[in-house]
Structures are given as C-alpha cells and as structure tokens.
C-alpha cells in the first residue's frame, strides 16, 4: 500500500468536472458523485469552465448547455480527448444529433434518474480508461503509454515501474507543478508500494537515468512544494 507520512492510505480518486449554472442541480450531482467516491470539481459558465481547463484535466465532464458566457456547445467544441456527457433540457431530436455529433460522448435529457446517470458515467470512465494509450512528448522525450517505452532521442531509457510512473505524471501534468502528496495519489494506481520516503530514492534515480541519456536535467524541485518538468 502507499502511505504518506501520517500512515493515511492514499487511493487516486476519479476527477470529474460538473459545467451547469443551475445551484441546486450542481449540488444535487456532487453530493451522488462524492458518495460514489468521485473527485468533483464545479464551473457555473463556459468561461469559467474553460479556464478551469486550461490548468487542470479530468476524467470527465457533465456539461449542460444552457450556460452564461460560452454556450454548451461552443464549450463541447474546444474539449479535447475528454469524454463528455452533456445533460440538457432539450429533448428536440435534431438537438441530441447536434451534440452528439459535435463531440459528445452521450446525451441525457433533464430531469434524468441519477442511477441511470451513474451507469453512463461508469461506461464512459470505462471506455476511456481503455482507448486511453496517448504518447507524451516533452523536450526530446517521448514516452509511450502503450508500449510503455521512454525514449530519448533515438535510445531507449531503461526505467523501473516507478520511476516510469513518476515520469509518465510530470509529462501529463505538464507545466503544472506537482505536490508530493499529489504525485502519490496520481502514481497509485501504476504503483502501489511507493511511499513518501521512498519517493526522493525513486525521484534520484530518474534524474540520473534521464541525464545519463542526454546529459541535461529535466526535472525541477520546487522547494517545498513538489516538482515539475524543467522549462527550457
């Protein structure tokens, strides 16, 4: 198991996104989503949901369409490989054919019944996790989620499922900036048996790995807060 420093056990909570203007609606979701032991976070515009976006992925989004700012649909347009679910009062036929082909993933009409809306969520989580298999690219590395391979320039590094899993967070998140404790949480699923005081070995170990490569750093330490892919 992965511990923090408190022997608290740390499990990587699915991240879900709910974009409506409607209060009672939004809180309605998020107390069912919380129970469901998902991660939620709120945007009450597209523009704010945008934003939010600009910094920060999710596994999902709930997206209504009648929204201040942005519409709903001009929101669905610039949400890139994140499955969108969007949930409207609008039950026209050609309003669903609309999103659906716009880039919805799925298209519940208001009121809806929350378990439905539950299993539709589950499907959609399920199905990206298993199209998921992107390849992140940062500087003159690449790493490649499905052959689970890390190169740099034309030679392969050689990295430990650790030291892989740590890597592959810092390229996604990029250019975040990543805590500690986030960066165990985030590596949890991929590996289990890391621990904060093992983190720094594991984190070491990488830095050499990826300088032996190429001879330059690539991983910055942000002093007391976490780490991130070094700016070139």
């Known amino acids: 198991m992965c511990y923090n420093g408190k022997e608290e056990v740390i499990f990587a909570l699915k991240e879900i996104l709910i974009i409506d203007d409607d209060v009672y609606i939004g809180d309605m ?9 998902y991660k939620v976070y709120r945007a009450y515009s597209g523009t704010e949901a945008m934003l939010f976006l600009s910094g920060k992925r999710v ?32 039950i026209d036929i050609n309003d669903k054919v609309k999103v659906l082909l716009g880039g919805a993933a799925d298209y519940v009409t208001k009121p809806f019944d929350t378990k439905e809306l539950l299993a539709r969520i589950s499907v959609q989580l399920r199905s990206a996790k298993t199209a998921r298999s992107p390849v992140f690219a940062f500087s003159d ?61 594991h984190m070491g170990n990488l830095r050499k790995k990826l300088k032996a490569a190429s001879g330059k750093e690539y991983i910055d330490s942000i002093w007391g807060i976490g780490f991130k892919l070094k700016e070139e």
Request: glycine share 2%; proline share 4%.
């Open 141 to 201: 590395i690449t790493l490649d989620t499905k052959l689970h391979k890390v190169i740099i320039g034309d030679s392969e590094v050689r990295l430990t499922k650790t030291e892989y899993a740590i890597l592959k967070i810092l390229m996604k998140e990029n250019p975040q900036v990543i805590t500690k404790s986030k960066l165990l949480e985030l590596i949890y699923e991929d590996t289990p048996d890391c621990t904060e005081s093992s983190l720094k070995v």
């Open 29 to 37: 979701l998020e107390e069912i989503l919380n129970k469901e032991n």
């Open 59 to 90: 596994e999902l989004i709930l997206l209504d369409l009648m929204l201040p700012g942005l519409s709903g649909e001009e929101v669905l347009a610039k949400i890139k490989d994140i499955p969108v679910i969007v949930m409207s009062a609008k």
